[in-house]
């Protein structure tokens, strides 16, 4: 079982700054891939950012050069630091890991509850 639960969402003024955690727990398998989406009302749900290996990375277009995806695999989490926040950022925003599962093997997608995200214009 999989197991992912985020943090760190709230409230903020636009240009401001918030930090996303995720941690994900369980047992019998090994992470290919972290990634935070976001679900906007009426939209959507959009990949944000992504992390492959340790420092593998890949943002979208609007959050490129504002936002950065770091992962400490010693505790199966990662993080997104959001900065220079608009108005336009405002969403639910989801971790998602994709693992391998051992012994049995194959690959699995999984997600957490989603955490909040308002900037404030």
């Known amino acids: 079982q999989v197991q992912l639960e985020e943090s760190g969402g709230g409230l903020v003024q636009a240009g401001g700054s918030l930090r996303l955690s995720c941690v994900v727990s369980?047992?019998?398998?090994?992470?290919?891939?972290m990634s935070w989406y976001r679900q906007a009302p009426g939209m959507q749900r959009e990949r944000v950012a992504v992390?492959?290996?340790?420092?593998?990375?890949n943002y979208a277009r609007p959050v490129k050069d504002r936002f950065t995806i770091s992962r400490d695999s010693a505790k199966n989490t990662v993080h997104l630091q959001m900065n220079r926040l608009k108005a336009e950022d405002t969403a639910v925003y989801y971790c998602?890991?994709?693992?391998?599962?051992?012994?049995?093997?194959?690959?699995?997608?999984?997600w957490g509850q989603g955490i909040l995200v308002t900037v404030s214009s």
């Open positions: 998602n890991t994709n693992v391998r599962h051992w012994p049995v093997g194959g690959d699995g997608d999984y």
């Open positions: 992390i492959a290996g340790e420092n593998i990375t």
């Open positions: 369980g047992s019998g398998f090994s992470i290919n891939t």
